[in-house]
């Protein structure tokens, strides 16, 4: 089990790192040691895009959903000024003070986060907006203030500044010893972070082709 914690303290220390390649070490230590079925889902969390370009699949959360579901379980309507800040803020903030909480408060488990957005993002229909804001409420109730502000950030598609294919590549690299131009081949073969991560961990990434459109997975 990975704690989604651990997601969300490594990407605020990369968010508060100047240097490229600290903050591809800082991600590279975190990947490195995943047992491989944790390996994908948490690339894809990473770098804020829970599933491949393939998939069609959207979350349908926009600010005023995530700021509702906010206002909800922290009891209070934010202020113009917290309005006007980042989203990630906001949620931390309220989350903090947040007047609802679950019963037995425990670490969220990173798959559990992965699946959820997922299952957001498989609502359709009537009734669907209510679906999503219910599962929504369910994360950030069991999420400390530093997970809920990445939780908001991820339904948003909002990722840490700077974090982005290149910066995600060269910590792949890092991680499984894998030359950086290698990993950008395969994901310019391949536009999933997650499966190409999980071919440079499995020592698979040197006979990549291009990809089907529509590779499963």
Do not use: C
Request: no cysteine.
């Amino acid at each position: 089990m990975l704690p989604y914690l651990e997601i969300a303290r490594a990407l605020e220390a990369v968010s508060r790192e100047e240097r490229r390649g600290a903050k591809a070490e800082r991600l590279a230590a975190l990947i490195k040691p995943l047992p491989a079925e944790m390996l994908r889902p948490t690339v894809r969390l990473i770098s804020g895009r829970p599933w491949p370009p393939w998939e069609p699949r959207e979350l349908g959360i926009g600010p005023e959903t995530l700021d509702a579901v906010l206002e909800e379980i922290s009891g209070r309507v934010p202020s113009s000024e917290e309005r006007a800040a980042d989203p990630g803020d906001r949620a931390e903030r309220m989350v903090r003070g947040r007047s609802q909480r679950t019963l037995a408060p425990s670490t969220m488990d990173s798959l559990h986060v992965y699946e959820s957005l997922r299952q957001i993002s498989a609502q359709r229909g009537p009734g669907s907006l209510s679906r999503r804001r219910a599962i929504l409420k369910g994360l950030l109730l069991a999420a400390s203030p530093l997970e809920a502000k990445y939780l908001a950030r991820a339904v948003l598609g909002r990722t840490t500044a700077g974090l982005g294919p290149s910066l995600i590549s060269a910590a792949i690299g890092k991680a499984f010893d894998v030359d950086y131009s290698l990993v950008k081949r395969a994901y310019s073969y391949l536009p999933d972070l997650g499966m190409v991560a999980l071919n440079a961990r499995q020592g698979e990434i040197y006979n990549m082709r291009l990809a089907p459109s529509n590779p499963r997975g």
